[in-house]
């Protein structure tokens, strides 16, 4: 099993920044991807951004050249950087990894607000 423990989210103002992060432990060894996914109020949730081993990342079109994922530890924390914040990303932001290919697990969600 692995536990996903997030921080980093709060209150923002449109265009400032916050740094997600979310340390993982347990079997860390088998972990194959990591990444973020967000829920706004009345949406469903939607991936922001995801890296593999390896270090290939993917991100959401909306956050395209304003968010960064990033691993630290070979697995143990990952972290998602977001610049130039604007509305539309306000909402629940969940930590997730993969493991062995098809185990999902999914932190407890942080919120991010951003005021326009």
């Known amino acids: 099993q692995v536990q996903l423990v997030e921080s980093g989210g709060g209150l923002v103002t449109a265009g400032g920044s916050l740094r997600l992060s979310c340390a993982a432990s347990?079997?860390?060894?088998?972990?194959?991807?990591m990444g973020w996914y967000r829920q706004a109020p009345g949406k469903q949730r939607e991936l922001v951004a995801t890296?593999?081993?390896?270090?290939?990342?993917n991100y959401a079109d909306s956050v395209k050249g304003r968010f960064t994922i990033s691993r630290e530890g070979a697995k143990s924390t990952v972290y998602l950087q977001m610049n130039s914040l604007k509305a539309e990303d306000t909402g629940v932001y969940y930590c997730?990894?993969?493991?062995?290919?098809?185990?999902?697990?999914w932190g407890q969600g942080t919120q991010v607000t951003v005021s326009s």
């Open positions: 890296i593999i081993n390896g270090g290939s990342t």
């Open positions: 347990g079997s860390i060894f088998s972990i194959n991807i």
């Open positions: 997730y990894v993969k493991r062995l290919g098809f185990i999902e697990t």
